[in-house]
Protein backbone atom coordinates (compact mmCIF):
# COMPACT_ATOMS: atom_id res chain seq x y z
CA UNK A 1 0.00 0.00 0.00
CA UNK A 2 1.13 3.43 -1.05
CA UNK A 3 0.85 6.20 1.06
CA UNK A 4 -1.39 9.21 0.07
CA UNK A 5 0.51 12.42 -1.31
CA UNK A 6 -0.21 14.79 -3.77
CA UNK A 7 1.07 13.73 -7.30
CA UNK A 8 4.67 14.83 -7.14
CA UNK A 9 5.52 13.52 -4.17
CA UNK A 10 4.29 10.02 -5.06
CA UNK A 11 6.73 7.43 -5.91
CA UNK A 12 7.35 7.67 -9.55
CA UNK A 13 10.10 6.12 -12.28
CA UNK A 14 12.43 8.03 -13.80
CA UNK A 15 11.19 8.89 -17.38
CA UNK A 16 13.49 6.61 -18.49
CA UNK A 17 12.52 3.71 -16.69
CA UNK A 18 10.35 1.21 -19.36
CA UNK A 19 7.21 0.51 -18.89
CA UNK A 20 7.56 -3.07 -17.23
CA UNK A 21 9.46 -1.76 -14.18
CA UNK A 22 7.49 -2.01 -11.05
CA UNK A 23 8.41 0.74 -8.19
CA UNK A 24 7.61 -0.10 -4.81
CA UNK A 25 6.69 2.07 -2.01
CA UNK A 26 7.83 1.24 1.71
CA UNK A 27 4.44 2.44 3.53
CA UNK A 28 4.95 5.83 5.36
CA UNK A 29 3.34 7.57 8.32
CA UNK A 30 0.31 9.85 8.10
CA UNK A 31 1.65 12.67 5.15
CA UNK A 32 2.39 15.88 6.70
CA UNK A 33 2.34 19.16 4.68
CA UNK A 34 4.82 19.79 2.53
CA UNK A 35 7.52 21.87 4.34
CA UNK A 36 6.33 20.89 7.83
CA UNK A 37 8.45 18.66 10.35
CA UNK A 38 12.25 18.11 8.34
CA UNK A 39 15.51 18.54 7.61
CA UNK A 40 17.19 22.10 10.01
CA UNK A 41 19.69 22.02 6.96
CA UNK A 42 20.29 22.22 3.66
CA UNK A 43 23.21 21.07 1.86
CA UNK A 44 23.64 22.28 -1.70
CA UNK A 45 26.64 19.69 -3.13
CA UNK A 46 28.23 22.96 -3.32
CA UNK A 47 31.91 23.21 -1.41
CA UNK A 48 30.72 25.58 1.17
CA UNK A 49 32.44 26.95 4.81
CA UNK A 50 35.97 25.60 5.55
CA UNK A 51 37.39 21.59 5.72
CA UNK A 52 39.07 20.54 7.94
CA UNK A 53 41.73 17.62 7.05
CA UNK A 54 43.39 15.67 9.37
CA UNK A 55 45.89 13.32 9.37
CA UNK A 56 47.10 14.11 6.02
CA UNK A 57 51.00 13.84 4.35
CA UNK A 58 52.54 16.49 3.30
CA UNK A 59 56.28 15.65 3.28
CA UNK A 60 55.60 11.83 1.90
CA UNK A 61 59.70 10.79 0.50
CA UNK A 62 60.20 11.27 -3.14
CA UNK A 63 60.68 8.62 -4.89
CA UNK A 64 62.60 8.30 -8.03
CA UNK A 65 60.94 7.68 -11.57
CA UNK A 66 62.26 4.38 -13.42
CA UNK A 67 65.60 4.85 -15.63
CA UNK A 68 65.39 4.47 -18.98
CA UNK A 69 66.09 0.44 -19.47
CA UNK A 70 69.89 0.52 -19.84
CA UNK A 71 72.08 -2.24 -21.59
CA UNK A 72 75.79 -3.52 -20.83
CA UNK A 73 78.60 -2.31 -23.68
CA UNK A 74 78.48 -5.81 -25.00
CA UNK A 75 75.04 -6.06 -26.14
CA UNK A 76 73.22 -6.03 -29.14
CA UNK A 77 69.54 -5.77 -28.90
CA UNK A 78 66.86 -7.66 -30.94
CA UNK A 79 68.12 -9.94 -33.81
CA UNK A 80 71.51 -9.82 -35.82
CA UNK A 81 74.67 -10.21 -35.06
CA UNK A 82 77.21 -7.79 -33.12
CA UNK A 83 80.99 -7.24 -34.68
CA UNK A 84 82.62 -10.43 -33.73
CA UNK A 85 86.70 -10.97 -33.88
CA UNK A 86 87.81 -13.12 -36.70
CA UNK A 87 88.06 -16.79 -34.32
CA UNK A 88 91.76 -19.00 -35.09
CA UNK A 89 90.56 -21.99 -35.88
CA UNK A 90 92.98 -23.63 -33.52
CA UNK A 91 90.87 -21.77 -30.91
CA UNK A 92 87.82 -22.21 -32.04
CA UNK A 93 88.16 -26.19 -31.20
CA UNK A 94 89.02 -25.41 -27.25
CA UNK A 95 84.99 -24.61 -27.05
CA UNK A 96 84.10 -27.30 -24.55
CA UNK A 97 82.07 -27.60 -21.30
CA UNK A 98 80.65 -24.77 -22.00
CA UNK A 99 77.53 -23.58 -19.13
CA UNK A 100 75.22 -20.50 -18.84
CA UNK A 101 73.53 -19.10 -16.04
CA UNK A 102 70.38 -16.85 -16.14
CA UNK A 103 69.61 -14.30 -13.09
CA UNK A 104 66.98 -12.15 -12.68
CA UNK A 105 66.83 -9.92 -9.56
CA UNK A 106 64.22 -11.04 -6.84
CA UNK A 107 64.02 -14.88 -8.76
CA UNK A 108 62.60 -17.77 -6.39
CA UNK A 109 60.83 -20.68 -7.31
CA UNK A 110 56.61 -20.79 -7.30
CA UNK A 111 55.07 -23.66 -5.29
CA UNK A 112 54.73 -24.86 -9.18
CA UNK A 113 58.40 -24.71 -9.08
CA UNK A 114 58.55 -21.86 -11.74
CA UNK A 115 61.39 -19.44 -11.01
CA UNK A 116 59.84 -16.23 -11.12
CA UNK A 117 60.30 -12.73 -10.67
CA UNK A 118 58.09 -9.91 -9.63
CA UNK A 119 58.51 -6.39 -11.17
CA UNK A 120 55.58 -3.16 -10.81
CA UNK A 121 54.78 -1.98 -14.09
CA UNK A 122 57.15 0.33 -15.61
CA UNK A 123 59.64 -0.64 -13.39
CA UNK A 124 63.15 -2.38 -15.41
CA UNK A 125 64.29 -6.43 -14.60
CA UNK A 126 67.74 -6.46 -15.10
CA UNK A 127 68.11 -9.79 -16.83
CA UNK A 128 71.85 -11.22 -16.97
CA UNK A 129 73.19 -14.03 -19.00
CA UNK A 130 76.65 -15.61 -17.64
CA UNK A 131 79.14 -17.72 -19.38
CA UNK A 132 81.54 -19.69 -17.68
CA UNK A 133 84.14 -19.02 -20.65
CA UNK A 134 84.57 -15.88 -22.61
CA UNK A 135 82.78 -16.09 -26.06
CA UNK A 136 84.94 -13.47 -27.70
CA UNK A 137 87.81 -15.90 -28.69
CA UNK A 138 85.49 -18.29 -29.51
CA UNK A 139 82.58 -18.95 -32.78
CA UNK A 140 80.14 -18.43 -29.72
CA UNK A 141 77.36 -16.38 -28.87
CA UNK A 142 75.87 -15.54 -25.68
CA UNK A 143 71.82 -15.06 -26.40
CA UNK A 144 68.90 -13.94 -24.36
CA UNK A 145 65.40 -14.65 -25.51
CA UNK A 146 61.83 -13.16 -24.47
CA UNK A 147 59.06 -15.69 -25.03
CA UNK A 148 61.86 -17.57 -27.82
CA UNK A 149 62.55 -14.35 -29.63
CA UNK A 150 66.08 -13.03 -29.32
CA UNK A 151 66.05 -9.90 -27.00
CA UNK A 152 70.03 -9.47 -26.66
CA UNK A 153 73.15 -11.01 -27.99
CA UNK A 154 76.58 -10.89 -27.01
CA UNK A 155 79.80 -11.71 -29.10
CA UNK A 156 82.49 -10.85 -26.15
CA UNK A 157 83.04 -11.77 -22.67
CA UNK A 158 81.57 -13.50 -20.04
CA UNK A 159 78.35 -11.77 -19.03
CA UNK A 160 75.13 -10.46 -20.63
CA UNK A 161 73.28 -8.14 -19.47
CA UNK A 162 70.50 -5.90 -20.96
CA UNK A 163 67.03 -4.19 -18.83
CA UNK A 164 63.54 -5.33 -19.78
CA UNK A 165 60.26 -3.38 -18.88
CA UNK A 166 56.97 -3.22 -19.67
CA UNK A 167 54.79 -0.24 -19.04
CA UNK A 168 51.59 -2.42 -19.01
CA UNK A 169 50.70 -5.69 -17.42
CA UNK A 170 52.73 -8.03 -18.72
CA UNK A 171 54.80 -11.77 -18.21
CA UNK A 172 57.39 -12.97 -20.08
CA UNK A 173 59.55 -15.79 -20.29
CA UNK A 174 63.29 -15.27 -19.82
CA UNK A 175 66.09 -18.02 -21.43
CA UNK A 176 69.66 -17.74 -22.57
CA UNK A 177 71.93 -20.20 -24.91
CA UNK A 178 75.24 -20.15 -25.89
CA UNK A 179 75.22 -20.90 -29.55
CA UNK A 180 76.86 -20.27 -33.03
CA UNK A 181 76.20 -17.40 -35.28
CA UNK A 182 73.40 -19.59 -36.71
CA UNK A 183 71.66 -20.07 -33.29
CA UNK A 184 71.93 -23.65 -34.07
CA UNK A 185 74.56 -25.46 -32.87
CA UNK A 186 73.40 -24.60 -28.76
CA UNK A 187 76.39 -25.49 -26.54
CA UNK A 188 74.86 -24.41 -23.18
CA UNK A 189 71.38 -23.54 -22.10
CA UNK A 190 70.00 -22.90 -18.94
CA UNK A 191 67.11 -24.78 -17.43
CA UNK A 192 64.23 -23.49 -15.97
CA UNK A 193 63.46 -20.53 -17.76
CA UNK A 194 62.82 -17.36 -15.57
CA UNK A 195 58.81 -15.70 -15.63
CA UNK A 196 58.92 -12.36 -15.14
CA UNK A 197 55.93 -10.56 -14.11
CA UNK A 198 55.17 -7.23 -14.85
CA UNK A 199 52.01 -6.25 -12.17
CA UNK A 200 49.95 -3.17 -11.20
CA UNK A 201 47.52 -2.74 -8.41
CA UNK A 202 43.50 -2.02 -7.81
CA UNK A 203 42.63 0.25 -5.38
CA UNK A 204 39.10 0.98 -3.53
CA UNK A 205 37.81 3.96 -1.37
CA UNK A 206 35.70 3.44 1.60
CA UNK A 207 34.22 5.76 3.84
CA UNK A 208 33.76 5.74 7.46
CA UNK A 209 29.92 7.31 6.89
CA UNK A 210 28.25 8.25 4.05
CA UNK A 211 26.66 10.65 5.69
CA UNK A 212 27.20 12.80 8.97
CA UNK A 213 26.62 15.67 11.01
CA UNK A 214 28.01 19.49 10.27
CA UNK A 215 31.52 19.65 11.63
CA UNK A 216 32.08 15.59 12.05
CA UNK A 217 34.14 13.69 10.58
CA UNK A 218 34.80 11.13 8.21
CA UNK A 219 37.78 8.68 7.94
CA UNK A 220 38.22 7.75 3.97
CA UNK A 221 41.16 4.84 3.61
CA UNK A 222 42.25 4.03 0.01
CA UNK A 223 43.11 0.60 0.03
CA UNK A 224 45.84 -1.10 -1.99
CA UNK A 225 46.52 -5.02 -3.66
CA UNK A 226 49.92 -4.80 -3.00
CA UNK A 227 52.34 -2.50 -1.26
CA UNK A 228 53.03 0.83 -2.66
CA UNK A 229 56.66 1.36 -1.31
CA UNK A 230 58.70 -0.93 -3.89
CA UNK A 231 56.97 1.12 -6.38
CA UNK A 232 57.64 4.41 -8.28
CA UNK A 233 53.79 5.06 -7.11
CA UNK A 234 51.63 6.58 -5.27
CA UNK A 235 48.56 5.83 -3.10
CA UNK A 236 46.94 9.75 -3.45
CA UNK A 237 43.07 10.15 -2.77
CA UNK A 238 41.09 13.58 -4.30
CA UNK A 239 38.31 15.44 -3.11
CA UNK A 240 36.58 15.84 -6.73
CA UNK A 241 34.16 18.89 -5.58
CA UNK A 242 37.28 20.72 -4.82
CA UNK A 243 39.69 19.57 -6.71
CA UNK A 244 42.05 19.64 -3.95
CA UNK A 245 44.51 16.46 -3.16
CA UNK A 246 43.57 15.14 0.54
CA UNK A 247 45.95 12.88 1.11
CA UNK A 248 48.65 10.96 -0.32
CA UNK A 249 50.71 7.78 1.15
CA UNK A 250 53.76 6.59 -0.33
CA UNK A 251 53.87 2.90 0.98
CA UNK A 252 51.63 0.33 2.58
CA UNK A 253 48.90 -0.64 1.23
CA UNK A 254 46.49 1.32 3.35
CA UNK A 255 45.91 5.16 3.23
CA UNK A 256 43.60 7.15 5.32
CA UNK A 257 42.50 10.59 6.34
CA UNK A 258 39.75 12.62 8.28
CA UNK A 259 37.86 15.06 6.87
CA UNK A 260 34.96 17.95 8.45
CA UNK A 261 32.90 20.28 6.94
CA UNK A 262 31.70 23.46 8.93
CA UNK A 263 28.64 23.78 6.97
CA UNK A 264 26.15 21.88 5.35
CA UNK A 265 27.56 20.32 1.82
CA UNK A 266 27.79 16.99 -0.40
CA UNK A 267 31.68 16.34 -1.26
CA UNK A 268 32.93 13.67 -3.86
CA UNK A 269 36.32 11.49 -3.48
CA UNK A 270 37.87 9.37 -5.21
CA UNK A 271 41.49 7.52 -4.95
CA UNK A 272 44.38 7.26 -7.87
CA UNK A 273 47.45 5.09 -7.96
CA UNK A 274 49.75 7.30 -10.01
CA UNK A 275 52.92 9.50 -9.81
CA UNK A 276 52.92 12.29 -7.70
CA UNK A 277 50.95 15.21 -8.58
CA UNK A 278 48.60 17.38 -6.77
CA UNK A 279 46.51 18.41 -10.14
CA UNK A 280 44.93 16.70 -12.79
CA UNK A 281 45.48 15.02 -14.97
CA UNK A 282 47.57 13.00 -13.12
CA UNK A 283 50.16 11.30 -14.43
CA UNK A 284 50.70 6.92 -15.03
CA UNK A 285 47.68 5.92 -13.50
CA UNK A 286 47.47 2.76 -12.55
CA UNK A 287 44.09 2.27 -10.54
CA UNK A 288 40.80 4.27 -9.68
CA UNK A 289 38.45 4.02 -7.30
CA UNK A 290 35.04 4.30 -7.07
CA UNK A 291 33.83 7.73 -6.12
CA UNK A 292 32.38 7.93 -2.35
CA UNK A 293 30.17 10.30 -1.44
CA UNK A 294 29.72 12.24 1.78
CA UNK A 295 27.44 14.57 3.00
CA UNK A 296 27.55 17.01 6.10
CA UNK A 297 23.74 17.46 6.90
CA UNK A 298 21.93 18.08 10.06
CA UNK A 299 18.58 16.70 9.09
CA UNK A 300 19.40 13.67 10.94
CA UNK A 301 18.54 11.48 7.55
CA UNK A 302 20.70 8.31 6.38
CA UNK A 303 19.92 6.20 3.24
CA UNK A 304 21.56 3.08 2.15
CA UNK A 305 21.58 1.06 -1.11
CA UNK A 306 21.59 -1.72 -2.17
CA UNK A 307 21.44 -4.05 -5.16
CA UNK A 308 22.68 -7.46 -6.57
CA UNK A 309 26.24 -7.70 -8.01
CA UNK A 310 24.97 -9.45 -11.24
CA UNK A 311 21.74 -10.65 -12.63
CA UNK A 312 20.97 -12.65 -16.17
CA UNK A 313 17.25 -11.25 -15.61
CA UNK A 314 15.77 -8.10 -13.96
CA UNK A 315 16.58 -7.12 -10.64
CA UNK A 316 15.78 -5.08 -7.69
CA UNK A 317 17.27 -1.68 -6.15
CA UNK A 318 16.32 -0.71 -2.84
CA UNK A 319 17.39 2.29 -0.91
CA UNK A 320 16.89 2.32 2.74
CA UNK A 321 16.15 5.64 4.37
CA UNK A 322 16.26 5.35 8.28
CA UNK A 323 12.89 7.25 8.78
CA UNK A 324 9.90 8.07 6.61
CA UNK A 325 10.48 11.21 4.01
CA UNK A 326 6.83 11.72 4.00
CA UNK A 327 6.44 14.72 6.23
CA UNK A 328 9.00 16.24 4.62
CA UNK A 329 9.86 18.43 1.50
CA UNK A 330 12.38 15.59 0.47
CA UNK A 331 12.44 12.30 -1.50
CA UNK A 332 14.11 9.68 -1.93
CA UNK A 333 15.77 9.12 -5.40
CA UNK A 334 18.51 6.69 -7.23
CA UNK A 335 20.80 7.82 -9.46
CA UNK A 336 23.00 5.74 -12.34
CA UNK A 337 25.95 6.79 -10.99
CA UNK A 338 27.75 6.50 -14.35
CA UNK A 339 25.17 8.06 -16.45
CA UNK A 340 24.03 10.88 -14.01
CA UNK A 341 20.53 9.85 -15.27
CA UNK A 342 17.81 9.06 -12.11
CA UNK A 343 16.33 5.75 -12.68
CA UNK A 344 13.65 6.06 -9.45
CA UNK A 345 12.30 8.19 -6.95
CA UNK A 346 9.85 7.78 -4.02
CA UNK A 347 8.18 10.89 -2.11
CA UNK A 348 6.54 8.37 0.59
CA UNK A 349 8.01 6.48 3.13
CA UNK A 350 11.30 5.17 3.99
CA UNK A 351 11.82 2.39 1.88
CA UNK A 352 11.78 3.07 -2.29
CA UNK A 353 12.62 -0.03 -4.32
CA UNK A 354 13.05 -0.44 -7.83
CA UNK A 355 11.91 -3.92 -9.62
CA UNK A 356 12.41 -4.84 -12.86
CA UNK A 357 15.43 -3.04 -13.24
CA UNK A 358 17.87 -4.33 -16.17
CA UNK A 359 21.45 -2.39 -15.62
CA UNK A 360 22.00 -0.30 -19.30
CA UNK A 361 25.15 -2.47 -20.68
CA UNK A 362 25.30 -6.31 -20.93
CA UNK A 363 28.42 -7.08 -18.56
CA UNK A 364 29.70 -4.19 -17.16
CA UNK A 365 29.43 -2.84 -13.96
CA UNK A 366 26.94 -0.23 -13.26
CA UNK A 367 27.35 2.08 -10.33
CA UNK A 368 23.98 3.39 -8.22
CA UNK A 369 24.11 6.31 -5.68
CA UNK A 370 20.90 7.22 -4.19
CA UNK A 371 20.44 10.82 -2.32
CA UNK A 372 17.63 12.40 -0.04
CA UNK A 373 17.07 15.68 -1.26
CA UNK A 374 14.56 17.54 -3.64
CA UNK A 375 12.88 16.39 -6.31
CA UNK A 376 15.60 16.50 -9.34
CA UNK A 377 16.53 15.07 -12.13
CA UNK A 378 19.46 16.95 -11.87
CA UNK A 379 23.14 14.65 -10.94
CA UNK A 380 23.75 14.95 -7.89
CA UNK A 381 20.45 16.65 -7.06
CA UNK A 382 19.58 19.69 -5.24
CA UNK A 383 19.37 19.94 -1.58
CA UNK A 384 21.09 16.83 -0.70
CA UNK A 385 20.28 15.64 3.25
CA UNK A 386 21.75 12.13 3.00
CA UNK A 387 23.85 10.41 0.62
CA UNK A 388 24.09 6.58 0.37
CA UNK A 389 27.06 4.07 -0.79
CA UNK A 390 27.67 3.31 -4.39
CA UNK A 391 26.82 0.00 -5.25
CA UNK A 392 27.88 -1.75 -8.17
CA UNK A 393 25.65 -4.13 -10.50
CA UNK A 394 26.20 -6.04 -14.06
CA UNK A 395 23.51 -7.67 -16.26
CA UNK A 396 25.47 -10.98 -16.86
CA UNK A 397 24.88 -12.50 -20.55
CA UNK A 398 26.66 -15.67 -20.98
CA UNK A 399 28.38 -15.93 -24.57
Not at 151 to 164: E, L
Amino acid sequence: MVSSRAWPRTATFAAVAVAALTLLVGVSATPAAAGGAGSTSRSTGKSTGTSTVTGANSNVAAKPLPAAPSHGPNVHLGTGLPVKPAVPQWQSTLAAGWQVSLNVPGMAPTSEGVMTSVFWVTQNAHITATANQDVGPTPYYIRIYRNSTQFAICGTGTTCSVDATSSVIDSAWFSADISDAAGNKIVASNPPFVLVDWHSTTVGLSTSQTTTSIGSAVTLTATTAFDGGPSPFYTQIFDLTTGARVQICGTGTSCSVSIAQSSATTHRYRAFVSHNSATFPLPAVQATSLINWVTWSNSGLRVSLTAPVFTQTTETVTATANSSVTPTPWYIEIFDADTGVRIAFCGNGSVCSLTGYTPPTPNVDTHLVAFISSLSTAFPPANIQASSNVVTTMHYVPR
